[in-house]
């Protein structure tokens, strides 16, 4: 499909038309689409390769990854070289996996940032080199080739009675390590029809996603199809052009609805609060009671020219102290009424879990409880 240029400049106008009539009146709490919704088509593909890392100042893999030696051995048979594994020794050399994402974007010639991960014993990657590694899609096709030095976030060190680490040094990247040999058949502005994954489970939400993008765009291009996924219906002066209704509806703000909830988390004594959290009226008192028991050994002496024996008698201290808080009234038809009325009674972080689940089992606090 040809698009000529007085077409080109039409959908441009109309885009940006589009873009200011999605970003008028934006609610101060509202959110960017792209930054809830993921779009089909504008995703990441998974590549990944097996590779040796040389170069190493003998912190590569020991003598018990029989891989690294049977790698290094067809490694160096494809290049004329006869060694058998066994008569190898790997401390300079590491067998690595190499993972990388691949745009959907990405063409051929293209740089691809690597990560490399130890795969034996290796002690350290510092200083080593990546040497040629294919990278394969899920569907075992070769989409890249990766090689380079690797950087290091990290440091290993060590002596025969103390060790210092800094990091994790068995993992190291190359930026720009890997070049795209191969493109995903896919053609983005070919699409007639596109699904919009929410990453909010809200049926509110969705259906303001759908409206706002009916309202703008003069028909019923959008509908949604459950709870989190809108389908869009590509107007037919966009197709074969995408990319300028892509920008507009990126950009356009939506206000993210969901469960009022509660996070738990007893680990660190963390509470947080959703911003939908409500508290009918009732009643609170908490007050912590502490109990210290101390256990000291008296000795017991007879009596001058008496027949007793020197005992050991046990004693023992018992304090008991108790909190005496008042009652207090809470009413926290809003999220600040409800801070400040577990304020008012001096609750701290540990205190607040327990409150929390007692005015759940109440019925007083309409949220979902969560503990993580």
């Known amino acids: 499909m040809k698009i000529t240029r007085k077409e080109t400049a039409a959908c441009l106008t109309f885009a940006v038309m589009l ?28 590549l990944v390769g097996y590779g040796l890392v040389v170069g190493l100042a003998g912190t ?7 891989f690294t030696m049977q790698s290094m051995s067809n490694m160096l048979d494809k290049m004329g070289v006869e060694a058998a594994p066994g008569d190898l020794k790997p401390q300079n050399v590491a067998a690595v996996m190499v993972s990388a994402k691949m745009p959907v974007s990405a063409k051929p010639g293209s740089g691809l940032d690597v990560t490399v991960s ?20 899920l569907d075992g096709k070769i989409y890249a080739v990766a090689q380079g030095s690797l950087t290091i976030g990290g440091f290993s060190v060590g002596g025969e009675a103390a060790t210092a680490q800094k990091n994790i040094p068995t993992v190291g990247r190359i930026p720009n390590g890997a070049v795209v040999e191969r493109e995903v058949p896919f053609s983005f502005n070919n699409q007639e029809s596109m699904t919009i994954n929410l990453t909010v489970q809200d049926f509110s ?23 989190s996924t809108v389908e869009l219906q590509i107007p037919p002066k966009f197709r074969g ?20 909830k509660v996070v738990v988390d007893e680990k660190t004594g963390t509470v947080v609060l959703g911003q939908d959290v409500r508290l009918s009226k009732v009643a609170v008192a908490h007050g912590n009671l502490q109990v210290v028991i101390a256990e000291s050994q008296e000795v017991s002496q007879p009596g001058p020219f008496s027949d007793g024996e020197t005992v050991v008698t046990p004693q023992t201290d018992v304090g ?13 038809a809003t999220l600040q009424e409800l801070v400040d009325g577990l304020n008012a009674i001096g609750a701290a972080p540990r205190d607040l879990i327990s409150i929390i689940r007692a005015l759940k089992v109440a019925g007083s606090l309409h949220a979902e409880v969560e503990v993580i």
């Open 320 to 332: 008991i102290e108790e909190q005496n808080n008042s009652l207090m009234l809470m009413e926290g």
């Open 60 to 66: 590569g893999d020991g003598t018990t990854s029989t």
């Open 241 to 260: 052009n995408m990319v300028p209704l892509m920008a507009s509806l990126e950009n356009m703000n939506i206000t993210p609805g969901g469960k009022a």
């Open 19 to 46: 873009a200011l009539l999605l970003a008028a009146a934006a609610p101060a709490d509202a959110a960017r689409l792209k930054d809830i919704a993921s779009f089909s088509g504008v995703r990441n593909n998974e």
């Open 205 to 227: 939400t969705t259906m303001d996603v759908v409206n706002r993008i009916n309202g703008v765009l003069g028909d019923r291009y959008a509908s949604a199809r459950d709870i």
């Open 118 to 137: 130890s795969l034996g014993d290796a002690e350290s990657l510092l200083g080593g080199v990546l040497l040629v590694t294919p990278l394969k899609g």
